[in-house]
């Protein structure tokens, strides 16, 4: 079954072609990163009107670098929830208007479920259950995948998200947005005991976390050093801040696998592309005996392939949409019925 697959909810608009869930026939991005750059984030209302000039065209580009006509496309499957509620309207508007011309199923996909589904695509052997520990821009939480569409949150951030803070403390260094990314290559150079940054553990269920503390706890840090005169060392800042960053994660990844009993872990989003985090995974897994499954960089971030291979799997139980799906800026990942 070939899925065309659409992507809008933040600053890439995206449209792939999966075929069975796991074979990427072709995988179209174009992205705005450099236009928001010049703002420090993303502007929404540019990032509507931008998806809305290109997707058309990557719809055509999509079909043609994967040797397929309309004909061969047996469903649209499109980002439904969440993300910038402009920008998810305009792939769901697109994905709409396909699906209708074409006369084929239109399948809504959570995003977050599509950043989990990118395992399916690196891993062709991986099957639920298993647990994944989704570190997006936005969301930040361990989730127990039972089946392709039944989850379990397991625990997440009360407060800021994982990404938000990287990019956070990125911008107050002077770094292009998003920061994540450089922040993790400064860090390289960098002690990460030099600075002493918080872990926080909050309230009752030992999955939860916090990072505001510790993104607060770094502004602070730069701003003192700005105070009083002195250069703050940004590698050794960064390799600080990502290695609490790390540990908060890493410590509860194998408290779950404990508690749990699975030896399967994956990790989904675009943190997941962080380098401490990744090495210091795999080495806590590796040593409990469990398998874990990371997507390859390209995988990470937000790209159409993962909605398609997610989109396979929810139109498999059933989860089609009619001609009234709306799209939704905040949506949970346990899936409502629409
Ligand atoms: O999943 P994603 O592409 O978009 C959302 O759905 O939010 O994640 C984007 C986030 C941004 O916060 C970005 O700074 C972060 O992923 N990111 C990283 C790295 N690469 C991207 N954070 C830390 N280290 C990285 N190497
Ligand atoms: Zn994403």
Redesign the pocket.
């Known amino acids: 079954m070939k899925i065309m697959a659409i992507e809008s ?2 600053d890439e608009t995206a449209v792939a072609i999966v075929e069975d869930g796991r074979k990427i026939l072709t995988d179209c991005i174009s992205s705005q990163v450099d236009l928001h750059r010049i703002y420090g984030g993303v502007v929404p209302e540019i990032a509507s009107r931008k998806h809305i000039e290109a997707i058309s065209g990557l719809a055509d580009q999509a079909l043609e670098t994967a040797g397929v006509t309309r004909d061969g496309i047996d469903a649209v499957a499109v980002t439904y929830a969440p993300g910038l509620i402009g920008a998810v309207l305009v792939g769901v508007n697109f994905a709409k208007g396909a699906a209708m011309a074409m006369g084929k199923p239109l399948i809504p996909v959570h ?1 977050i479920r599509g ?1 989990i589904a990118a395992n399916y695509l690196a891993y062709p052997e991986l099957e639920p259950p298993f647990l994944c520990l989704v570190v ?4 930040t939480m361990f989730v127990e995948v039972k089946d392709y569409t039944q989850m379990r949150i397991l625990g997440t951030t009360l407060d800021d ?4 803070c ?2 956070k403390v ?1 911008r107050v260094l002077g770094m292009p947005y ?4 450089a ?2 290559r400064a860090s390289q150079s960098g002690d990460p005991m030099k600075y002493s940054l918080p872990r926080s553990k909050p309230g009752n269920n030992p999955f939860d976390m916090s990072f505001s503390g510790l993104k607060t706890a770094a502004l602070n840090l730069i701003h003192h050093y700005e105070q009083v005169g002195e250069e703050v060392d940004i590698p050794s800042l960064c390799a600080g801040f ?1 290695q609490a960053v790390s540990d908060m994660l890493v410590s509860r990844a194998v408290l779950a696998l404990q508690e749990t009993g699975y030896r399967k872990i994956a990790v989904a ?3 997941a ?3 401490r ?1 990744r090495a210091d995974l795999l080495a806590a897994a590796q040593q409990m005996g469990a398998q874990v499954y990371m997507p390859p960089l390209r995988l ?3 790209n159409g392939a993962m909605i398609g291979a997610q989109g396979y799997y929810e139109y498999l139980a059933g989860n089609t949409a009619d001609m009234s799906l709306n799209a939704y800026a905040t949506r949970s990942i346990l899936g409502e019925t629409l």
């Open positions: 909810s933040c995003h950043h997006s821009g936005g969301h998200a994982a990404g938000e990287f990019d990125g998003p920061g994540g990314a922040v993790d990502s989003g675009g943190v592309a962080n380098s985090i990470c971030g937000d």
